[in-house]
């Protein structure tokens, strides 16, 4: 059973930064893909940052230029380093692998999420 366990999240001003960091586990063969989404309540789940396991790197415009994505040396871990946060990064970030092979299937998982807020 593949699991996606969310660190890094917490309270931080506006201008701060927070690294978030992703791991996944269990039976993988290879992940084509794997990105960071954001949720506030009433809105929907939005696209954050994908790279892929070529290294090609995906941004949100809002994002471009502040958050980095980025693949660690430990296999299929992702990080996300978020800087200059505004208060309109405050969410509940999800970590996402696409294009996951195991013995069983090739599909996407989600973890559970890690909180973010950007408030003074």
């Known amino acids: 059973q593949v699991q996606l366990v969310e660190s890094g999240g917490g309270l931080v001003q506006p201008g701060g930064s927070l690294r978030l960091s992703c791991a996944a586990s269990?039976?993988?063969?290879?992940?084509?893909?794997m990105g960071w989404y954001r949720q506030v309540p009433g809105n929907q789940r939005e696209l954050v940052a994908t790279?892929?396991?070529?290294?090609?790197?995906n941004y949100a415009d809002s994002v471009k230029g502040r958050f980095t994505i980025s693949r660690g040396n430990v296999q299929n871990t992702v990080f996300l380093q978020m800087n200059s946060l505004k208060p309109e990064d405050t969410g509940v970030y999800y970590c996402?692998?696409?294009?996951?092979?195991?013995?069983?299937?090739?599909?996407?998982?989600w973890g559970k999420g890690t909180l973010v807020t950007v408030s003074s």
């Open positions: 790279i892929a396991s070529g290294g090609t790197t």
């Open positions: 996402n692998a696409d294009g996951v092979v195991t013995i069983a299937r090739i599909g996407a998982y």
């Open positions: 269990g039976s993988i063969f290879s992940i084509n893909a």
